[in-house]
């Protein structure tokens, strides 16, 4: 199903996108990054447009098409207090801008059966303090993903997930951590890598332009003061 398929992962250096990339390795794709950090296929910065250019090129000149579009890089976090007006223009280039451009890039290259997959979060409908930035990105990206499906039906299926609480490291929390969420635990990288694998695979055929949020059940608890070990605390 996947061997010799073609997979371009942004952000892939690290975190989920770094465990989405090894797990399709295993399957025998061959896997492209764009990342800031340094890899083995293509260090630069998914905010410049004529660093998209050049990163597409480099991955049409060596396979010649698309298979899976995976944007996950991860767009800056700053709130209204100090978020400056270049900083809030670069998340939205990095979590909306990129996605949309590298659709359009690779718009006639992709294979036939091809998926994009966007990873938002769950901020896209809950928000901490002083997070708008991210949160406004992360909300575009969800919204691009509906529309991108229904401009490229019958071509691509276009897909977002929403992780929750992802623990990188893969810590093991207990206590109020843990149990706020009813399925009882923080996640993992895998929980996300293994719902990109099943959205890019035949047996997701059916589903586009949906929405899965991935967080353990945490939005849909209600935790009130004293619930669960928490506390509020006024400042």
């Not at 899976?68 to 991860?74: E, G, M, V, W």
């Not at 619930?227 to 006024?234: V, Y």
């Amino acid at each position: 199903m996947f061997q010799n398929k073609t997979a371009v992962i942004t952000g892939g250096a690290h975190g989920i996108g770094k465990c989405i990339a090894g797990e399709f390795e295993k399957l025998g794709v061959h896997v492209c990054i764009i990342d800031k950090r340094p890899n083995d296929f293509f260090t630069g910065d998914i905010a410049s447009e004529e660093t998209l250019r050049r990163f597409a090129d480099k991955v049409i000149a060596g396979y010649g098409k698309v298979d899976f579009l995976i944007n996950n890089a991860l767009p800056l976090m700053k709130g209204i207090q100090d978020c400056t007006y270049e900083e809030f223009e670069y998340a939205l280039r990095v979590g909306v801008t990129a996605p949309f451009y590298l659709t359009k890039l690779f718009l006639p290259y992709f294979a036939p059966g091809a998926a994009i997959v966007n990873i938002s979060s769950s901020r896209d409908r809950m928000s901490q303090p002083q997070t708008e930035s991210y949160t406004a990105a992360k909300g575009g990206i969800s919204a691009l993903t509906h529309a991108l499906a229904v401009s490229l039906r019958g071509k691509v299926r276009v897909n977002s997930i929403s992780p929750g609480w992802i623990d990188t490291a893969y810590t093991e929390y207990a206590g109020p951590d843990a149990v706020q969420q009813p399925a009882g635990r923080v996640g993992n990288p895998m929980d996300i890598a293994n719902m990109v694998l099943y959205l890019c695979s035949d047996k997701a055929g059916f589903i586009t332009g949906e929405n899965i949020c991935i967080d353990g059940g945490m939005t849909r608890q209600m935790i009130y003061h004293g619930d669960f070990g928490w506390k509020l605390e006024e400042t």
